[in-house]
């Protein structure tokens, strides 16, 4: 499909998470083969006043493509200025968080905040429309309060003030994420716009993938991707979607050859070791010398994801990525969030989650993962 003058190799796509779709992440969803990824959300304001906690979070390489940052904020100007300085050039799609229910979001006029204002948002699109010549997304909510329905008319304002496609959430601000999703609400506004229109909300199976796949062009993933982040290649695989574009091993080959990753693949026991040099590259993108010591037959290697990969091949596989970005001190803290979401529905998995939880020494934390792993 296409979004603007974006070609996506298919409608399987990572939401924004806050806090959790960073560039190792991202790519690692990308290598399970998410269609398009998209950044944490990106406060607008703080890239104009080149925040440089802001600045980190636009990080991403050449093995991400395409990818989409999301910026909230609510003046015009605001983004017009930041879209015109080229900080967002690498990014092949700009979407605008007009959904976000978060208070500290909200009121500050931004994220959900904006479904109160259409004129306003219409204001921000055209500004950002008028800056570039990328495509602009919106992905907003059904309404701000409980009992509110502005699908149709905010749709319609997206489209009309130059978004390339929207994608729509639908539960209203006050609904927060409780209770269920009524495909219904997507089936309208994709009966009314020409634009693409993109699901998002309540996706955690093939089954429910396909489902909402029926009402609209594409499928946004968010909480489901941090608990099984191969739901995409599981949806690829089974809906008998093409894999010669997928992503995880064209990926996967790319950070190997650019040296960025040392992978382990342990299947009974035997090991596998893929020897890789390090990249001094963070970017990914120059400087990158190439390994002279991978002794590595894809078409073999291949054969390894003939099944989806394990939880620990996913599990090594994001280490490694997280050891490329930050220190291990770093990694510890955050990982924390994904390996406890990554061993939901492990039976005797909660005695390891507490202990991780208290833990500060990587080794340590990857010992315990791996022995917990190997031990089922």
Same mark, same amino acid.
């Given at each position: 499909?296409?979004?603007?003058?974006?070609?996506?190799?298919?409608?399987?796509?990572?939401?924004?998470?806050?806090?959790?779709?960073?560039?190792?992440?991202?790519?690692?969803?990308?290598?399970?083969?998410?269609?398009?990824?998209?950044?944490?959300?990106?406060?607008?304001?703080?890239?104009?006043?080149?925040?440089?906690?802001?600045?980190?979070?636009?990080?991403?390489?050449?093995?991400?493509?395409? =990818?989409?940052?999301?910026?909230?904020?609510?003046?015009?100007?605001?983004?017009?200025?930041?879209?015109?300085?080229?900080?967002?050039?690498?990014?092949?799609?700009?979407?605008?968080?007009?959904?976000?229910?978060?208070?500290?979001?909200?009121?500050?006029?931004?994220?959900?905040?904006?479904?109160?204002?259409?004129?306003?948002?219409?204001?921000?699109?055209?500004?950002?429309?008028?800056? !570039?010549?990328?495509?602009?997304?919106?992905?907003?909510?059904?309404?701000?309060?409980?009992?509110?329905?502005?699908?149709?008319?905010?749709?319609?304002?997206?489209?009309?003030?130059?978004?390339?496609?929207?994608?729509?959430?639908?539960?209203?601000?006050?609904?927060?994420?409780?209770?269920?999703?009524?495909?219904?609400?997507?089936?309208?506004?994709?009966? !009314?716009?020409?634009?693409?229109?993109?699901?998002?909300?309540?996706?955690?199976?093939?089954?429910?993938?396909?489902?909402?796949? !029926?009402?609209?062009?594409?499928?946004?993933?968010?909480?489901?991707?941090?608990?099984?982040?191969?739901?995409?290649?599981?949806?690829?695989?089974?809906?008998?979607?093409?894999?010669?574009?997928?992503?995880?091993?064209?990926?996967?080959?790319?950070?190997?050859?650019?040296? =960025?990753?040392?992978?382990?693949?342990?299947?009974?026991?035997?090991?596998?070791?893929?020897?890789?040099?390090?990249?001094?590259?963070?970017?990914?993108?120059?400087?990158?010398?190439?390994?002279?010591?991978?002794?590595?037959?894809?078409?073999?290697?291949?054969?390894?994801?003939?099944?989806?990969?394990?939880?620990?091949?996913?599990?090594?596989?994001?280490?490694?990525?997280?050891?490329?970005?930050?220190?291990?001190?770093?990694?510890?803290?955050?990982?924390?969030?994904?390996?406890?979401?990554?061993?939901?529905?492990?039976?005797?998995?909660?005695?390891?989650?507490?202990?991780?939880?208290?833990?500060?020494?990587?080794?340590?934390?990857?010992?315990?993962?791996?022995?917990?792993?190997?031990?089922?």
């Amino acid at each position: 499909m296409n979004i603007g003058n974006v070609k996506i190799n298919n409608n399987v796509f990572l939401a924004p998470m806050a806090s959790v779709t960073d560039r190792p992440f991202r790519t690692l969803c990308k290598m399970l083969g998410a269609g398009l990824t998209y950044t944490e959300m990106v406060s607008v304001k703080g890239l104009y006043y080149k925040s440089k906690k802001t600045e980190e979070l636009l990080a991403t390489s050449s093995l991400e493509h395409p =990818c989409a940052v999301q910026l909230f904020g609510h003046e015009p100007k605001i983004f017009k200025s930041v879209i015109e300085s080229g900080v967002l050039d690498k990014f092949d799609i700009i979407d605008i968080n007009m959904g976000c229910p978060a208070p500290k979001i909200v009121k500050n006029g931004d994220g959900s905040a904006l479904m109160k204002d259409l004129n306003l948002a219409s204001q921000i699109i055209k500004a950002c429309k008028a800056a !570039t010549n990328k495509p602009i997304t919106v992905k907003f909510r059904k309404g701000f309060k409980k009992n509110d329905d502005k699908l149709i008319e905010f749709a319609k304002m997206c489209e009309q003030s130059g978004a390339s496609a929207i994608t729509i959430h639908p539960r209203t601000r006050e609904d927060m994420f409780s209770g269920t999703i009524n495909l219904e609400d997507i089936k309208k506004v994709k009966a !009314t716009v020409n634009i693409a229109v993109i699901g998002n909300g309540d996706v955690r199976s093939v089954e429910e993938f396909n489902k909402m796949k !029926t009402v609209c062009d594409a499928v946004m993933i968010g909480r489901e991707a941090v608990k099984s982040p191969e739901i995409f290649l599981e949806i690829l695989k089974q809906t008998n979607s093409s894999l010669e574009d997928v992503t995880f091993f064209d990926y996967y080959k790319e950070l190997i050859k650019k040296g =960025c990753v040392d992978v382990f693949f342990k299947n009974n026991n035997n090991t596998q070791k893929l020897e890789v040099l390090e990249s001094k590259d963070k970017e990914l993108t120059e400087n990158v010398t190439e390994t002279q010591n991978l002794n590595v037959n894809y078409k073999t290697d291949n054969n390894l994801f003939n099944d989806l990969p394990s939880k620990l091949q996913i599990i090594e596989m994001h280490l490694q990525l997280l050891k490329q970005e930050y220190s291990r001190e770093h990694i510890v803290r955050i990982f924390k969030k994904y390996i406890l979401s990554y061993l939901n529905g492990f039976k005797n998995a909660t005695s390891l989650k507490k202990e991780i939880v208290l833990l500060q020494n990587l080794d340590e934390m990857e010992e315990k993962i791996f022995n917990f792993f190997n031990g089922l």
